[in-house]
């Protein structure tokens, strides 16, 4: 049983750690992030609602995040833990969290705390290139495809997410820094935070969460 949340800045990573996780401990990830670009594809209604915010880096309101989540939380594939990743990302959505874990005889394990400065989360966001496909992530710099502009995995077309240019990223950055870095705060008063140098290597920082979580 593993029921974490992973939490940090936007670019920290983790999207790529949460893939890692998944296929070590076998949970369900469950990304709002990706749930509203899902509804966005699909032009659903909840997608409409939520790409006004995204767009310019903002949060979606809470209400309508903690619905989605919650009703995702009690889907029977996570009876057995789950990753979330993106949620909660208010003290608010972290109250509603709790109070929905509570009434369900369930609580978070450990909640995971990736830390990178600023300016290394402006180049990686900013360099991003996600695959339209399949969703692979790659870095113009860092993680450069093989051909450029196509995905080594399955040959579809990369792209930047709209919300990864450098004012969306800024705002999400500072969106970050005063509604969601208080969450620090509130799981450190609840005792189970493990904060993670996000800035090392890919299978270091892995290396840390799998310490923080247990084998
Ligand atoms: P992400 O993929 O986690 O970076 O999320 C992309 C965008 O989706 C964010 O910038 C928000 O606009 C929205 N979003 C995702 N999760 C949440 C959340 N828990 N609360 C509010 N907005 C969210």
Redesign the pocket.
């Known amino acids: 049983m593993l029921r974490t949340i992973l939490l940090g800045p936007?670019g920290a990573g983790?999207?790529t750690q949460a893939v890692k996780i998944v296929e070590k401990y076998g949970v369900p990830h469950i990304?709002?992030?990706?749930i509203?670009?899902e509804n966005i594809k699909n032009g659903t209604e909840l997608g409409k609602k939520?790409q006004e915010?995204?767009n310019k880096?903002?949060?979606?309101p809470?209400d309508l995040?903690c619905d989605l989540?919650t009703s995702r939380l009690l889907q029977p594939d996570c009876a057995d833990g789950f990753l979330l990743?993106?949620?909660?990302?208010?003290v608010y959505?972290a109250e509603k969290l709790d109070e929905f874990l509570k009434e369900h005889d369930s609580r978070i394990d450990v909640v995971l705390n990736l830390a990178v400065e600023k300016e290394e989360l402006i180049t990686r966001l900013t360099g991003r290139r996600v695959c339209k496909v399949c969703g692979a992530s790659f870095h113009i710099v860092s993680v450069p495809p093989r051909e450029e502009g196509v995905c080594d995995f399955c040959g579809g077309e990369l792209v930047q997410r709209p919300?990864d240019n450098l004012e969306t990223v800024t705002n999400?950055i500072d969106v970050y820094d005063s509604q969601t870095k208080p969450l620090v705060d509130y799981y450190e008063k609840a005792g189970n935070i493990a904060t993670i140098d996000g800035a090392a290597d890919l299978d270091t920082v892995f290396g840390d969460i799998v310490k923080a979580i247990g084998e």
């Open positions: 936007p983790k999207g990304s709002t992030g990706d509203f670009r939520a915010y995204m880096g903002e949060l979606v809470d995040v989540a990743d993106g949620f909660p990302r208010t959505q919300d999400r």
